[in-house]
């Protein structure tokens, strides 16, 4: 599913965020940068080993900010690192933080000249957040960026499996009225 916010393009796709020819893709990390399993893992082992040296040298990107390193062996340029929340329960600030994480993460893209960028469904795996209330955040905080930035042409979400895309694309499908405004 594919819808236009003033001249950007925002796209569900479902499959594998390490095949992505965007000029970034973002990494679901975690706060000490130090590797993990779920999707951090995989861009880890497709990017290669040079992705891993540029995080120890960051050292760590607290909860709902977002650091940068090279693709390494990656289709993308950039990998974007950003930490969302481990769910709680969503009463100790998870759903601000969840979209600090995006929000970061597109800040950072457009800081540096970067208009393609693909995002995982972030702490919807091992954080636990629930996926229907991630994916309300996750669209509605990345169409408000487009809104005032022309300068991401696309952003492009890769869900993993046929659920979490349903989610996505259900929650897309009910703000669709808001966007044209
Ligand atoms: P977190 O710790 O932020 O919850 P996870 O990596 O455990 O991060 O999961 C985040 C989401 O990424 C989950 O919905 C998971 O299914 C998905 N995922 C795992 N591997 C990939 C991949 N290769 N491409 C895209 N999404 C993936």
């Known amino acids: 599913m594919q819808v236009t916010i003033n001249n950007s393009i925002l796209e569900l796709v479902e499959g594998d965020i ?6 970034a893709i973002v990494n679901a990390a975690n706060s000490g940068l130090r590797g993990g399993g779920g999707v951090d893992g995989a861009i880890h082992r497709a990017g290669g080993p040079q992705i891993m ?33 481990v769910y709680h329960g969503g009463d100790r600030g998870e759903a601000e933080l969840l979209a ?48 005032e930035h022309p300068d991401i042409a696309l952003a492009r979400f890769v869900l993993f499996s046929a659920d979490a895309y349903r989610a996505y694309e259900a929650v897309l499908r009910s703000i669709l009225p808001q966007l044209s405004t």
């Open 100 to 147: 600090s994480a995006y929000r970061s993460s597109l800040k950072l893209a457009s800081e540096k000249g970067i208009s393609t960028i693909a995002f995982p469904s972030l702490s919807t795996g091992a954080y636990g957040y629930p996926l229907d209330e991630a994916a309300k955040i996750a669209l509605k905080t990345v169409c408000d960026y487009l809104k």
């Open 18 to 23: 390490t095949k992505q020819d965007t000029g």
């Open 53 to 85: 040296e540029e995080c120890r040298k960051i050292g760590g990107c607290p909860t709902g900010s977002a650091v940068i390193t090279t693709g390494g062996n990656l289709k993308a340029r950039y990998v974007i690192h950003t930490v969302g929340p």
